[in-house]
């Protein structure tokens, strides 16, 4: 699977949960900061993460040190490597 | 010396009109709120004949609140959240003086959300609660109306919700009144919202007080103080009123709408269920008491009435021992439907406009008054007539009653 495939589908947790433009979701973008979501959003995003990736996700304690879009796609870039099932079930739903 | 409290604004969500101005056109003009929902047949044990008074919100309009504030937001709440804004825009207060401490925010509903409570059961009921928003339980709490309204607004004075049923937005009006009587703040946004959702229409079908007679047709239904009433209809929608003390208002130069003059609420410490016309008479004597006013000065009784074949009867007989057959009384549930926790704010919105447009709404469907309501003057057609003072009526479940008295300016 590429990482634009894994990119996509991680966008759109974003656009789906949190109305952002796609144009502006790039990996540089800061979570907090530069895409104004907060603690209570954090919340929203794992829950929409573990639905994609059909994994649980909320005591991931490398998903608490994420601070940007690209440390996001680095972070399931390795899960998805961890688990190769993964790629077959994102490829199919793409 | 007493302080002088104002109306200097109202804004409102409705089934009939996104403004008070629009509400009343659309009641003077006859219009109904009542519908089929078709929609809720099957949440309703298979019932064919589900009615309404639904608002319909376009798309847009939904999302003009931004998603931040939006995502704790049930239907009540986001009502309520339009109206807010309306009256933002109306009384143009600026953000240094809704973020000053001396601006509150007192809102509620009968049940926070009941559509967001239905969902986060069957979430738990699917086992899928785990997948639901973090903000669901902001959504249900019962002050989520009010909190809503004030983080939206950065509003950081009083945050109170007298979460009473149907009398809930009359009492935040009237607990507003107190405020300011206090001097706790300047001005509070005040009043309430509500929404119509299946389990709220069960559970007054359980109480068989919900209006379901096949021989009307859907906007025939609701039919305060009629023979024939045999219910109410549910309704919703959201109103917010800028009550303020005159000398704030004078000090930024703003024109106020109508003056509060009197207010009381009280309970039966009977029955849970309804209200008794001893205790209706009593609410409405100690709002007049602190009016300082007889019942011969008021011009214009705005009734509670919600055409349950008890409710009605209670007030009728309250009203008919103060005022007997001298003051025009009439309820606007008739074309409104009852919008529960709402009521008494939207209703009281449009006073104002009766206020200004020297004209008192009928009752609508009122064929033949039942025996039990009879020798009150329930008025039939709009009433050319400028009423200087109204006496307002909010009566709930909880033995509830609240009584606003308002006064042109």
């Known amino acids: 699977m590429t990482r634009e495939i894994l990119i996509e589908h991680i966008n759109k947790v974003f656009v789906d949960k949190f109305e952002l433009d796609p144009a502006i979701l790039t990996p540089e973008k800061r979570i907090f900061e530069d895409l104004e979501l907060d603690s209570l959003d954090i919340v929203d995003l794992v829950t929409g993460l573990q639905h994609t990736f059909g994994i649980p996700l909320r005591d991931n304690k490398e ?32 | ?61 939904i999302k003009s609140i931004k998603r931040h504030y939006r995502r704790s937001m049930g239907p009540s709440s986001l009502f309520a959240a339009l109206a807010a804004r309306q009256l933002i825009a109306e009384t143009g207060l600026t953000q240094e003086e809704l973020s000053s401490g001396r601006i509150g925010c007192i809102a509620s509903s009968t049940l926070g959300s009941p559509t967001e409570t239905y ?29 809503n309204v004030a983080n939206m607004l950065g509003i950081n004075g009083v945050q109170l919700s007298p979460c009473s049923a149907c009398a809930s937005s009359l009492q935040s009006i009237g607990l507003a009144y107190e405020q300011l009587l206090l001097g706790r703040q300047d001005l509070i946004l005040a009043g309430g919202s509500d929404e119509v959702a299946p389990i709220v229409l069960e559970s007054f079908r359980l109480l068989h007080a919900l209006g379901e007679e096949p021989g009307f047709a859907p906007e025939e239904i609701s039919r305060p103080f009629d023979a024939k009433r045999c219910g109410l209809v549910c309704g919703e929608g959201a109103a917010l009123l800028a009550v303020e003390t005159l000398e704030h208002t004078i000090a930024r130069g703003a024109k106020p709408l109508a003056e509060i003059i ?100 009928p009752n609508t469907n009122l064929t033949a008054p039942s025996e039990e309501c009879a020798g009150l003057n329930l008025i039939r057609k709009p009433l050319e007539r400028s009423p200087n003072i109204i006496l307002k009526n909010c009566i709930a479940f909880g033995g509830v009653n609240a009584t606003l008295i308002i006064k042109k300016i």
């Open chain 1, 63 to 94: 998903l608490l040190q994420i601070r940007t879009l690209g440390d996001i796609y680095n972070l399931f870039e390795k899960i998805v490597q961890e688990h190769p099932e993964l790629e077959e079930k994102l490829t199919k739903e793409q």
């Open chain 2, 1 to 61: 010396m007493k302080q002088r409290v104002v109306i200097t604004g109202a804004g409102v969500t409705s089934a009939l009109g996104f403004s008070r101005q629009e509400l009343f056109q659309a009641l003077l003009a006859g219009r109904s709120a009542v519908k089929l929902r078709p929609d809720w047949t099957e949440q309703m044990q298979g019932n064919p004949r589900v009615v309404a008074a639904s608002v319909e919100l376009p798309e847009e309009q």
């Open chain 2, 119 to 147: 969902a986060a059961a069957m979430a738990i009921v699917n086992n899928s609660f785990y997948d639901q928003s973090a903000c669901q339980f902001f959504k249900i709490v019962s002050h989520s109306t009010a909190f």
């Open chain 2, 262 to 361: 009197g207010y009381a609420t009280s309970c039966t410490g009977a029955q849970i269920s309804q209200s008794d016309s001893a205790s209706i008479v009593r609410c409405m004597k100690l709002a007049l008491e602190d009016a300082g006013l007889a019942p011969q000065e008021v011009d214009y009784v705005s009734a509670h009435a919600t055409s349950t074949v008890a409710g009605d009867r209670e007030e009728a007989t309250a009203i008919r021992e103060l005022f007997g057959d001298a003051v025009p009384v009439s309820s606007l549930k008739g074309q409104l439907g009852h919008t529960l926790g709402a009521s008494g704010a939207l209703e009281t919105a449009v006073l104002l406009e009766m206020f200004s447009q020297g004209l008192i709404l």
